[in-house]
DNA sequence: TTGCTCCTCACGTCACGTGAGGTGGC
DNA sequence: TTGCTCCTCACGTCACGTGAGGTGGC
């Protein structure tokens, strides 16, 4: 059971967020102390949280989600959801809309160089892998996920296989640098290890932009934007969780080994790719 | 010069809307008449106020768009675009997994039938074509739309040579039925009358799903479901405005002759075509 | 004791929307 | 006179956010 700040930052909502639900019996903690007033939680509920912010962000309001979201079965709230789909549509039109109004401006104005062409960027596969992985809300990079890191490549020492591949961050939140970023630390295991680690199998992903640079990880922001802006400025849109894959890193191996080639002796040394996949641009009206 | 209400249905926004955005010193009237108080505006404002909407529907803050709007060239506002623009990026690969998430849901939850499968409709191209047209935010079909198209004849036949193609009718809001629908009418006309006309091209489009119904308009609201029901369960998406083709339909003629195939004696003899841009399904994610 | 997390309660905010009560031209 | 459009002003609304003032465990 959390108190409610670990588990607003799990789900991805403010406190206060979470506060109001309760306030307007839209989402209910599993248990309030009686006399400090504590709300407590249980990570099974999210998904029925994750299912009332994609209500809530499809533009209904509080009373439709109360009353759509404890039955989701029910004829009726299929033909909403339906009637949502449509409308959701209707606002990827829009935005689509929008994206060649704001080209067209951009036209007209020269736009500043941005640093795109500086990288080499390629595009390729990613497979599907096996991992052992912990998801959490951060507010800022660093030892927080080195932590992580270490947690995780212990578990697996501890309760199955490592596999030799590089470990890598999932960015669930697209934007990169936020307030609170939803990062997912995944380390590879064998495909036996599965249950023995609980692990989960990662999606691969048909055409990912990929693109590298060596030394501090304060370059990924920048890379970042830069492989953006090109997709971007070629019509593609970003179809999913970026990647940051640590090909030569720093690890303090407490507890666990990993292959020589993955360790770097100094920042100078590391490695680093990032992955987006790119759903390719549709065809344009004339 | 316009009063409130006409211009406010010309530009798609509520008269309270353009009252608000006087107050708060972001969109000012041409002239206010110091005695009434009535607001006149002119229609070389309506490309500002359309500016004004592009920002705020891309999240830009009443605040920020009054710093931004009077000057979109200055360098600031142009690095203020290209960062808007990767947020609208982003919205829109938001709204793609939200997509993903709906169509999981009802894909467990099955789906009541939709009725497109009656229909049949094919993809085709449509070409670019001269036409004099009348733009205007109407509440209901019928009446007001008909006689738009009366006068638009008219006009035609005063000014111009209508050339011998149907006319139709542009939804350019997608909801296709909202409270005030902003409707062009346009008829078709010799390219060389462009200028005496003062027309314009509207433009061709590559790909559009087209599906036709004989009878009552009643029926367009279903039948422009049931195509957007095909599309969404292929994964396509609309790309543009919605066209209504009238390939027989009642006219009373005064002032202007039809060819005579494109007139009917009776309701049931009517003959329309719905045309919506497609965008076709890009790649997905595996 | 400090720092951190939690609480309630009242009020603020953003971009309008609502509605009362009234005017002015056809 | 009726119906329509316009006005101002005050208040409402939606989904939280802010901030004051206070508690409780390490």
Redesign the pocket.
Known sequence: VL????F?RLAGV????L???DDAGLFRPVYVDP?????FYVTSQLPTLQRIRLL?DLG????EVRELAPALDSPDCVRKLVALRKRLIVRVALDEQRLKEIDRLLQRYPEPASDYYKWPVVERRVAPVPVLSIRDRIRTFGIHVERMFEDAELQVARRGRRAPLSPFLLLHDMEYRDKHIDVEVCVPISPESLTACSGSVVDGVDRAACARFSGSYDQAPRLYEAIVDRMGSEGARIAGAVREVYIRFGANQCGYTLPRRMLANSVGEYQTELQIPVRPPGEQRL
């Open positions: 108190k409610i700040g670990h607003s403010t406190i206060k967020t506060r109001f639900y006399v400090s007033g504590y709300r809530r209904c309001t509080v009373a």
